[in-house]
């Protein structure tokens, strides 16, 4: 069965063309989005990486903004495209700066012996744990402005607007969504058919109860499936890394960013993916993959 790799890009092209290279296979279909404001990024598909996968433009393409609903927009938009086109074995949901570190045949035999698991992260630390109650609590304004750039005036207008916002929500003590349960980990995710087919259908209460929140993209899956009959199929609720099969390094960056250096501990390691790559350790772990 047929694999589906959904993928939203916004820089390093030379990243994202790697990754097309090591995803060119039989069993892969790849549903592409490409973030607008990056006009270099389209260059990558002329002349195309791909010569056996089969690639699914999203278009139109839209603004996504970090820590914003359009986050969310765009991945429902990519599993709705992807679910038209399936079914598939699982659905991949990675960046344009995410690479498998393994070959592909052990990707698929990994995901061959776990079908109908799902491979979704929860950060359960206190930390996040309360970073979670401050992101979804209060009322966020002007989310589409969080980052200066590229709106460098309406950032600064729009910061004191939230922050006063956020302040009289707190001494009016109002708190959105009092009695909803909610939970937090990396927005990454492999997924099977049933489960995105079901998560597609609460796209209405996903809008309700995840817009004018900060990075809802990061808590709307994790919340949804928690609570759902695929909560008993998920791989691994402790440990996000093992949980997803992903290795991202938060420890040394906001993720860090893999050196050459890493190659032969990533390769190493049982995770299937990671992120993030700049473009000559993207290249180098592509020569090391196609020669394994």
């Not at 399936?86 to 393994?102: E, M, N, Q, R």
């Not at 995105?196 to 796209?203: D, S």
Request: proline share 6%; glycine share 2%; aromatic share 12%.
């Amino acid at each position: 069965m047929k694999h589906a790799f959904l993928i939203y890009a916004h820089e390093e092209p030379l990243v994202l063309h790697t990754l097309l290279r090591l995803l060119d296979h039989e069993r892969n279909e790849i549903f592409l989005h490409l973030d607008p404001r990056n006009s270099v990024l389209p260059s990558v598909l002329s002349p195309s990486p791909l010569s056996r996968a089969k690639l699914h433009l999203l278009t139109p393409a839209q603004r996504v903004s970090w820590g914003d609903y359009s986050q969310i927009e765009v991945e429902l938009r990519l599993f709705a495209q992807a679910l038209q086109v399936g079914p598939f074995a699982h659905y991949h949901l990675i960046s344009g700066v995410d690479l498998p570190i393994k070959p592909m045949a052990e990707i698929y035999a990994f995901f061959d012996a776990h079908p109908t698991t799902e491979f979704l992260g929860f950060w359960n630390d206190e930390v996040h744990q309360r970073d979670l109650e401050r992101r979804t609590h209060r009322y966020y304004l002007f989310t589409q402005y969080l980052k200066r750039a590229p709106h460098k005036w309406r950032h600064r207008f729009t910061v004191p607007l939230r922050n006063v916002s956020l302040a009289a929500q707190k001494i009016i003590n109002y708190r959105r969504h009092r009695q909803q349960q909610f939970y937090k980990g990396f927005n990454w995710c492999s997924l099977t058919h049933d489960c995105v087919t079901w998560l597609l259908e609460q796209q209405t209460w996903i809008q309700h109860t995840f817009r004018h929140m900060l990075a809802p993209d990061e808590i709307y899956k994790q919340t949804l499936i928690a609570a759902s009959p695929f909560a008993k199929n998920i791989y691994d609720r402790n440990d996000p890394e093992r949980g997803t099969v992903r290795r991202i390094d938060w420890t040394r960056g906001r993720p860090y960013v893999w050196q050459t250096a890493d190659i032969d501990e990533l390769m190493a390691i049982p995770h299937l993916f990671a992120r993030k790559f700049d473009a000559p350790t993207a290249i180098a772990l592509a020569q090391r993959l196609e020669l394994a």
